[in-house]
């Protein structure tokens, strides 16, 4: 017997109520009476025999049944950090995996200023890949913004897919990475275009209309090129403690998209925006600093008179943009964890740059430093 599920049409309805009349009508389906116990058995079994896409659309597609069926499958599909898999797009705001490197890749379109992050199928550099994210770059007479969206059709700052931005100074030599939603409760919200003030109280002018700053890039200058090698930079990831690189430490977790994308992604639809409890931010104890990223240092090599890094094949291009960033020790210690390759980016074609990152940084964090690099920065090299 084939499961039918709900017609795509449904799927993207964004209406409550046109939700709420599918699962009235699904919950009179033999396969939402269900038992409970069956049920979850299913899916875990359905979940686990399927470990990449395009199989795991089957496991989207279960959780686009009904809201008993969503909300099961919410609790059996794990974060990337447990799991090392992509699946929901809620996804791409979570910490990636400890142990390994998640491997994707970014395809360039210099025409039209866009930016497209897959998920590697394969071990191949070129494979169709599974898309993540888009972004595309906006020129201002002081700046230049990037602005990131879950749909490749849609990149705009009043969409409902819209979850950040990077905007960089007029040098291109300084980035501050832009969230939608909000990391934690005691964040404050960057002033911007987008907000109003009335009376005392800052009010939204559409959703999501949210600019919490979770990241700030900066760029060595090398006017009188006094230094020789790659171009180096220096991450401060504001919402991430230091601790989170240490076994046991953890990082922020998000488990809700903003509102305007759940309305545009039913699967995650919820009255308020949640976090995960046990994780605290760095702003609950005063005495811990921010987790600070800095490039890993590369060997001269003097048959090939150049400067190399271990990229373990996956660079084949040599190109000034590539990098691979470790944690900082930051005057203290340096230990194992600061060895670990936290994101490596680099060239493997004309417009095809591959890009690898792990815990404690998520997707969209590691899509928005690689953005940083495709600035021209000739005071930084």
């Known amino acids: 017997m084939k499961l039918r599920l709900r017609s795509p049409k449904v799927v993207q309805d964004s209406s409550v109520a046109g939700e709420a009349e599918v699962d009235e009508r699904s919950s009179q389906s033999c396969w939402a009476n269900m038992p409970s116990e069956l049920l979850r058995e299913v899916l875990i079994r359905i979940e686990e025999s399927e470990y990449k896409w395009p199989s795991r659309k089957n496991v989207v597609a279960c959780a686009g049944v009904c809201r008993g069926w969503r909300e099961i499958m919410k609790e059996v599909v794990k ?5 090392g898999r992509i699946t929901f797009p809620i996804s791409v705001k979570q910490p990636g995996p400890r142990d390994t490197l998640l491997q994707c890749f970014i395809k360039r379109n210099q025409s039209s200023q866009t930016y497209h992050l897959y998920l590697s199928l394969s071990q191949a550099l070129a494979d169709d890949g599974k898309f993540l994210l888009a972004a595309r770059r906006c020129r201002r007479p002081t700046c230049t913004d990037y602005i990131v969206s879950l749909n490749t059709d849609d990149m705009s700052k009043g969409s409902k897919t819209y979850i950040g931005k990077l905007r960089s100074n007029f040098l291109g030599t ?3 990475v832009y969230d939608a939603l909000l990391p934690h409760a005691g964040n404050r919200m960057a002033k911007s275009r987008s907000t109003r003030l009335v009376g005392t ?17 900066s760029y060595e200058l090398n006017v009188l090129g006094a230094r020789r090698g790659p171009r180096r930079m220096h991450c401060v990831m504001d919402q991430i403690p230091a601790s989170s690189i240490k076994p046991g430490g953890v990082a922020p977790t998000q ?5 305007g994308s759940a309305d545009y992604f039913p699967l995650f639809r919820s009255k308020s925006s949640k976090f995960e409890k046990s994780v605290s931010s ?16 590369p060997r001269w090599h003097e048959q090939l008179q150049c400067w190399c890094l271990n990229f373990h094949g996956r660079v084949t291009v040599a190109s000034v943009k590539n990098f691979q960033l470790v944690a900082s020790p930051e005057n203290g210690q340096p230990g194992p964890e600061h060895e670990k390759v936290i994101l490596q980016f680099g060239k493997v074609g004309k417009d095809v740059f591959t890009m690898d990152y792990r815990y404690p940084i998520s997707a969209f964090q590691a899509f928005a430093i690689c953005l940083s690099s495709f600035d021209t920065k000739i005071a930084c090299e």
Not at 79 to 83: F, M, Y
């Open 174 to 176: 300084k980035f501050v």
């Open 201 to 217: 109280k800052q009010v939204s002018a559409r959703i999501p209309p949210g600019n919490y700053p979770v990241a700030h890039i």
């Open 79 to 83: 974060t990337p950090q447990v799991s």
């Open 255 to 259: 488990i809700d998209l903003p509102t």
């Open 282 to 297: 760095p702003s609950d104890d005063p005495t811990e600093g921010s987790l600070v990223l800095r490039n890993k240092a």
